[in-house]
C-alpha cells in the first residue's frame, strides 16, 4: 500500500523526515518496503499560459504558441492536439533537464523559433500514457516552479500491511498510528454534512443475507455532471497511491478508499431496476464485471441484485450493467459493512484481487460506514454538483461486531517483556491507540476500539503497548530456570532414521503448510471433516489438513508442470481429524511417487514406478519397527484410491496406513499424465519397536519343506501367512513365497503360489514324519479355510 507523505502530514503532526519516519513504522510493526520520490528528477519546469495560438505556415500538425512564463513571454512549437488560447500547462524552459537527461535547448521546428517545451504528463514521469498536454488549473500562477506547485519534492511510502491490521490500509489509519507514536493528536479533515434535499431516494435497499451484510447504507444524488475532469490535486493523491484517474463520480469513491479505509460503489441509478438488494448468489448465476469478465458464481458468494438480477460481486467489484460512464446523472451510492468471512477467498477464486476485498477480507470499521458516505457525498456535490436525497439505512445490530473488553495485568506485562513501564506510559500508549483503559488494582481493563479487529488477548496488549513504547526498551538478560528432561520412550524410533529410510531410497522431505486448498481435501476425501480457519491466509489455504496427501499432491503437481520426470517426495507433520466432535491430532509421515522407477541412465528402461515399488519403499520403512512387529496388507479401497491397487496397513488388528495409486478419476480431473503413487502412516502407531528380548538360538537344524498351492486368484497372501502360522504353531520359523503363476495348466479364476516354509524345534531335532506332519496339517487347514489345492 502507497502512502504520499504529504496526505499523512494533513492529518497529523510530526518532526521526522520520511527516512526517519520509515525506520519508526518498522520499528512499530509496520514494514517499509520501500521510499520513492512523487516524481522523477527534472528541473527548469514552470506553470505557463498560452496567451494565443497561430498556424504553423510550414506544418499541418504543428502551431506557434505564445505563452507568458510569469517573467516574459516566449514562443513555443507544438504539436498537441489540446494545446489553446488560455491554457495552462507545464513549460520546460530553456535549460530544462527533463527525466532521463533530456536538455532542453532553443530549436527551429520547420524554420519557426521554439523557446522551451510545453510538456505532457508523460514527458514529466507524472503518467505512463497521455494524449496531450498537462493541463494544469486556471488559478495556477504562471511562473511558479511546477515541482513546487504540485509539492513533486514528496516522498511515497510503500508500507506492508499483514492480514490483521486492515485498518491501517488507509491514511486515517496510518495517520492514527503515527499520531500514537507522536503523543499527538489526529487532525481529520472539516467534515461538511450535506443535508438531504426533498427529490428522488429511491426504494429502500433489501437485505436477505442480514449475517453478511449487517449494515448497509445508500444515497441517491440526482442532477450531477461526470463530463467534468477530476481536480488536480486529487488526481495527483490518487496516482501517488497508486491508482489512475478514471472519472469524478469513480475518482471520489477510490478516494474515499485510500482515505479512511472504507470501500464503496457508485451506480447508474437510471440502470437500476427497483430496490437493491443483498442476497446470497445462486449455484449457476453469471455476473459481467467492470473489467468485462463474465464469471460464473458458486453460490456462497454474496452479490448485489436488482429485479433483473446481479449488479455486483458484493465486496469485491462492481457489475458492468450499472457502471459510470460521463453520460451518467444520477448516481446511487452504497456503502456497506461485510463480515469478513462472507468475503474472504471469493475474489481468488475468480483470479481477482482488488483493492475493497482486500480491505473487506481483512476487516473494515464496522462504525465507519455513515461518515464515510457523508464524505463522498460532499466531494461529489462540490465537484459535479447535483441534489443529494435522504439517506437509506439497513441495519443488523446483533450480527455487528462488538468489542469485548480484554484484561492486562500489571504483573504479566513486565514478566513478558521484562522490563518496568510506569502506569501513565501505558495508558497513554493504549489510549494513543484508540482504547479505553479503565485502571484495576492488578492492572487495567482495555476495551479495543470498533476498528481494532486483531485484539482479543492480553498478549495483544501487551504488543500493542510495546510497539509504542519501543522494542529497544527490552533488554536481553539470561533467563534461569530448572532443567527439566522429558521422558522418551525407549520404543519410538528416532526421527533421523525414519529420515534416513527414505532418503536413501530416493526421496526428499517437503515442508508444507498444515492448512491446505478445501477444494482438493474435499475431493480426496469426501467423508472427512475439516477444521475450518476463522482467518485465512488465502482462500486456498482455509482449512487444517486431515491428511498429508493434498500438500504433497500440490506440490508433486508443481513439479510435475516444470518439466521433472521423476517425483519422489516425503513430508512429517500432523494432521487435524474431527472425531465425535474433538480434534484428533496424529503424527504422519507421508510419501508421494510419480514417473520413472528409476532415473534416466543407459542401463535401464523408462517404466514408470508402480504399486509394488511403492510397497517395497513402505516395507523398508515398517522395518524399523523390529523383527517381531507383524505387518498385514489388507486389500481395501479409499475413496481417492484406485480399486484393485491400494491396501491397508494393518498391525495388530488396527489400521495404521494407507497406500496405493491415485483414482483414475483425480488423475484426469487435475490433468495429471503419469501415475502417481502415495502412501501415509501414523508414526507412533506403525513404528514403535517393542523392547528387544534375548532368545536363545536354537542348536537343532533347520528343516525346510515347499508347498505349492492353487487358491482363487483374490485371495491375499496375508490370509495364506494367517492360517500357515495357525496350523503349524511355534515350530514356524519362517515363511517364504518364491513362486506366483497364473496361465496355462492353471484353473481359471486361480493362481497358483509356492510357499518355502521353515521349521525348528529348540529342544529336540525334528524329524521327517514329523515335518510331513506338519505339511498335512497345513494343507488340510489351507484346503478346508482358502479353498486351497496342492498341485502335485
Known amino acids: 500500500m502507497k502512502i504520499p507523505v504529504s496526505w499523512l502530514r494533513e492529518w497529523v503532526d510530526f518532526p521526522w523526515d520520511s527516512a526517519e519516519l520509515s525506520r519508526r513504522l518498522t520499528a512499530s510493526g509496520f514494514e517499509v518496503e520501500g521510499v520513492e520520490p512523487a516524481a522523477p528528477e ?55 533537464v527533463l527525466p532521463g537527461g533530456m536538455n532542453i535547448k532553443a530549436a527551429k521546428l520547420r524554420g519557426v523559433e521554439s523557446a522551451g517545451m510545453l510538456c505532457s504528463a508523460k514527458e514529466l514521469g507524472l503518467a505512463a500514457t497521455s494524449t496531450g498536454l498537462m493541463e494544469l488549473p486556471a488559478d495556477a500562477p ?109 475518482d471520489v469513491t477510490n478516494y474515499v478508499l485510500l482515505e479512511c479505509g472504507q470501500p464503496m460503489h457508485a451506480y447508474d441509478a437510471s440502470r437500476v431496476h427497483g430496490p437493491l438488494i443483498v ?96 464524505r463522498a457525498t460532499s466531494l461529489l456535490v462540490s465537484l459535479c ?48 491507540l484508540g482504547m479505553k483503559t479503565t485502571p484495576e488494582w492488578d492492572g487495567w481493563l482495555v476495551t479495543p476500539p470498533s476498528w481494532r479487529f486483531d485484539i482479543s488477548i492480553e498478549a495483544d496488549l501487551i504488543e500493542e503497548v510495546l510497539r509504542i513504547v519501543g522494542f529497544d526498551l527490552v533488554q536481553e538478560a539470561p533467563t534461569r530456570l530448572p532443567q527439566r528432561f522429558a521422558r522418551r520412550s525407549e520404543s519410538l524410533v528416532d526421527e533421523r532414521s525414519l529420515l534416513d529410510v527414505l532418503i536413501a531410497r530416493g526421496y526428499q522431505e517437503a515442508i508444507n503448510y498444515a492448512f491446505v486448498d478445501p477444494q482438493l481435501q474435499q475431493q480426496l476425501f469426501a467423508q472427512r471433516s475439516a477444521i475450518r480457519l476463522s482467518n485465512p491466509i488465502a482462500a486456498d489455504l482455509s482449512v487444517m489438513r486431515t491428511s498429508l496427501w493434498p500438500g504433497l499432491l500440490k506440490a508433486a503437481l508443481e513439479n510435475l508442470s516444470r518439466q521433472q520426470d521423476r517425483v519422489r517426495l516425503f513430508e512429517r507433520g500432523r494432521v487435524f481429524q474431527l472425531q465425535q466432535g474433538q480434534v484428533d491430532e496424529s503424527l504422519r509421515v507421508a510419501g ?37 512387529a507383524t505387518f498385514e496388507w489388507r486389500g481395501a479401497t479409499l475413496e481417492c484410491l484406485h480399486p484393485g491397487r491400494s491396501a491397508a496397513v494393518v498391525r495388530d488388528g488396527v489400521e495404521v496406513g494407507w497406500l496405493g495409486e491415485l483414482h483414475p478419476s483425480l488423475r484426469a480431473e487435475r490433468g495429471i ?39 482363487p486368484v483374490d485371495t491375499p497372501l496375508s490370509a495364506i501367512k494367517s492360517r500357515v502360522s495357525v496350523a503349524a504353531g511355534s515350530l514356524l520359523r519362517d515363511l517364504r513365497v518364491f513362486d506366483i503363476y497364473q496361465g496355462p495348466g492353471i484353473e481359471t479364476a486361480r493362481k497358483s503360489i509356492a510357499l518355502g516354509l521353515i521349521f525348528q524345534d529348540n529342544n529336540k531335532t525334528l524329524k521327517d514324519d514329523e515335518a510331513d506332519a506338519l505339511m498335512a496339517s497345513i494343507a488340510a487347514d489351507l484346503g478346508s479355510q482358502l479353498d486351497a489345492k496342492v498341485r502335485d
Open 673 to 711: 499424465g503419469a501415475t502417481v503413487l502415495m502412501f501415509e502412516l501414523d508414526i507412533i502407531r506403525a513404528i514403535a519397536a517393542p523392547l528387544p528380548t534375548l532368545s536363545p538360538v536354537s542348536r537343532f537344524p533347520q528343516v525346510r519343506r515347499d508347498l505349492s498351492i492353487t487358491v
Open 279 to 374: 442476497r446470497m448468489a445462486r449455484a449457476g448465476e453469471k455476473l459481467t464485471l467492470l473489467d468485462e469478465r463474465s464469471i460464473d458464481l458458486a453460490g456462497d458468494e454474496v452479490l448485489i441484485t436488482d429485479d433483473n438480477g446481479p449488479i455486483g460481486l458484493a465486496g469485491v467489484m462492481g457489475g458492468q450493467g450499472t457502471s459510470i460512464t460521463e453520460e451518467v446523472t444520477d448516481v446511487l451510492l452504497e456503502v456497506a459493512w461485510f463480515a469478513p468471512e462472507s468475503i474472504a477467498g471469493r475474489a481468488r477464486r475468480h483470479g481477482l484481487q482488488t483493492d475493497a476485498s482486500q480491505r473487506f477480507e481483512r476487516g473494515v470499521d464496522p462504525q465507519l460506514q455513515a461518515g464515510a458516505m457523508a
Open 592 to 628: 508421494i511417487v510419480a514417473g520413472s522407477r528409476w532415473p534416466e541412465q543407459w542401463g535401464g528402461g523408462r517404466e514408470e514406478a508402480d504399486y509394488f515399488d511403492l510397497k517395497g519403499d513402505v516395507a523398508a520403512v515398517l522395518a524399523l519397527a523390529g523383527p517381531g
Open 42 to 96: 527534472f528541473s527548469g519546469v514552470v506553470v505557463a499560459e498560452i496567451t494565443s495560438i497561430a498556424a504553423h505556415p510550414e506544418a499541418d500538425k504543428l502551431r506557434v504558441c505564445q505563452v507568458d512564463t510569469g517573467s516574459g513571454a516566449v514562443q513555443i512549437v507544438c504539436g498537441a492536439a489540446n494545446a489553446r488560447q488560455g491554457l495552462k500547462a507545464p513549460l520546460a524552459i530553456v535549460g530544462a
Open 385 to 432: 454538483g447535483g441534489v443529494p436525497a435522504a439517506v437509506h439505512e439497513v441495519r443488523n445490530a446483533h450480527a455487528l461486531p462488538v468489542r469485548v473488553p480484554v484484561s492486562l495485568r500489571r504483573a504479566r506485562l513486565a514478566a513478558l517483556t521484562g522490563a518496568y513501564i510506569d502506569d501513565s506510559r501505558v495508558m497513554s500508549s493504549l489510549n494513543g
Open 142 to 250: 504562471a511562473g511558479t516552479a511546477l515541482r513546487e506547485y504540485l509539492s513533486l519534492d514528496d516522498s511515497i511510502l510503500e508500507l506492508k500491511v499483514y492480514a490483521n491490521r486492515g485498518d491501517a490500509m488507509s491514511v486515517l489509519g496510518v495517520a492514527r498510528e503515527v499520531a500514537a507514536l507522536t503523543g499527538g493528536r489526529l487532525k481529520p479533515p472539516m467534515l461538511t454534512a450535506v443535508p438531504p434535499v426533498a427529490g428522488d431516494a429511491g426504494p429502500v435497499p433489501i437485505v436477505e443475507s442480514g449475517e453478511a451484510a449487517p449494515r448497509l447504507l445508500t444515497r441517491r444524488i440526482n442532477g450531477l455532471s461526470n463530463r467534468g475532469t477530476t481536480p488536480l490535486w486529487m488526481q495527483e493523491r490518487l496516482r501517488r497511491a497508486g491508482l489512475r484517474s478514471i472519472n469524478p463520480v469513480v
